[in-house]
């Protein structure tokens, strides 16, 4: 894999000491002339082969994948620049801030017989495959609470005015966006599309920084808790007229089933030091060399029902990003 890594943010400097460990034979940094000390600091420190400063020169360089991980709104520009220029794509979550986006760059890929994906780790970890092969055993499910709640590092700017892309609308933010999103990916996965969806959320300045999205599948409701704004005990729980079963989203280091006579049966997995993108990105990565489109068409089956109902929501909430039809 040759390389192109699209901004210099948080989700970027966590990725960059895994490069070694990838296997990554190149890797270019594309960053803007105001963050270029930083950039050139990064591509010193992690051994890089340079930094560009000018998208249309990464694209002419010998890159075969581009990995996009620029605030939400830039998402689909960059990424149908990147396949029109016959590069497949690695999209920071989340992928695109419309479902109609997303299908437009899924089909652009699979005309040019490119890998398009959404970057969400959990949907690769150990944790989540134990916890979807247990979930049968809570027979019927009825009620479904999840939570990924972690006050903001962010959120005391936020409150004195000073507006970071992950609460910006204009860049498409939002706690929705931003960790609702591994809520819904969740439950998409454990139990696919839902009939409805609703949204209820907590907004300032036009953002929304807590909220509940409920999904009803209609012989069972679930509901999906994010905040950047207040912490929680984070713990899910996945309720069945057989038990329950109670797991960290966050985490994915285990579960915890109690059958409804009150037998538990609890799993932990040892405690892994590869970090979690690291985990993805070997998917990808595989996926790439081998150029499985069918498993990128599968992923991408999950990305764009998760795409939908997040559209679907906000817009109930009225949260309005650029380039919404009002």
């Known amino acids: 894999m040759n390389l192109g890594i699209l901004g210099t943010g948080t989700i970027v400097q966590e990725l960059l000491p895994d490069l070694e460990a990838l296997g990554v034979e190149a890797a270019w940094l594309l ?12 591509v010193k420190t992690y051994r890089l082969t340079g930094a560009v400063y000018d998208y249309d020169e990464l694209l002419g360089l010998d890159v075969d994948t581009l990995y996009v ?5 830039l998402h689909y520009e960059y990424a149908k620049k990147a396949l029109l220029a016959g590069k497949h794509v690695i999209l920071e979550k989340p992928a695109v801030t419309r479902r109609a986006e997303l299908e437009e760059l899924a089909a652009l890929a699979k005309e040019r017989e490119l890998v398009l994906v959404e970057a969400v780790p959990m949907r690769h970890r150990e944790g989540f495959r134990l ?18 709640c972690q ?3 962010r959120y005391d700017a936020f409150l004195r005015g000073e507006i970071h892309p992950v609460f910006d609308p204009a860049k ?20 696919g599309a839902p009939k409805r969806v609703e949204y209820h959320a907590n907004i300032a300045r036009n953002i929304d920084t807590s909220g509940v999205l409920t999904l009803n599948y209609g012989d069972f409701q679930a509901a999906a808790l994010a905040a950047k704004d207040c912490p929680s005990p984070g713990e899910s729980v996945f309720m069945g007229e057989e038990g329950f079963l109670q797991a960290d989203l966050r985490f994915l280091n285990g579960y915890t089933f109690t059958s409804r006579t009150g037998e538990r049966e609890e799993i932990r997995l040892e405690e892994s030091h590869t970090h979690r993108l690291l985990e993805e990105f070997r998917v990808f990565k595989d996926m790439i060399e081998r150029k ?7 992923l991408m089956e999950g990305s764009l029902t998760v795409a939908g109902i997040l559209e679907e929501a906000r817009k109930k909430a009225g949260i309005v990003f650029p380039g919404d039809e009002i």
């Open 69 to 73: 991980a620029l605030p939400n709104s």
């Open 292 to 298: 499985d489109l069918a498993a990128a068409g599968k």
């Open 172 to 191: 498409a933010g939002g706690v929705l966006m931003d960790l609702n999103l591994y809520n819904v990916h969740a439950l998409v996965g454990l139990f």
């Open 131 to 148: 916890m979807k092969e247990t979930m049968g055993k809570i027979g019927r499910p009825r009620l479904v609470n999840c939570y990924y």
């Open 151 to 153: 006050r903001s590092r």
């Open 31 to 42: 960053a803007t002339p105001r963050s270029k000390e930083r950039a050139e600091e990064m």
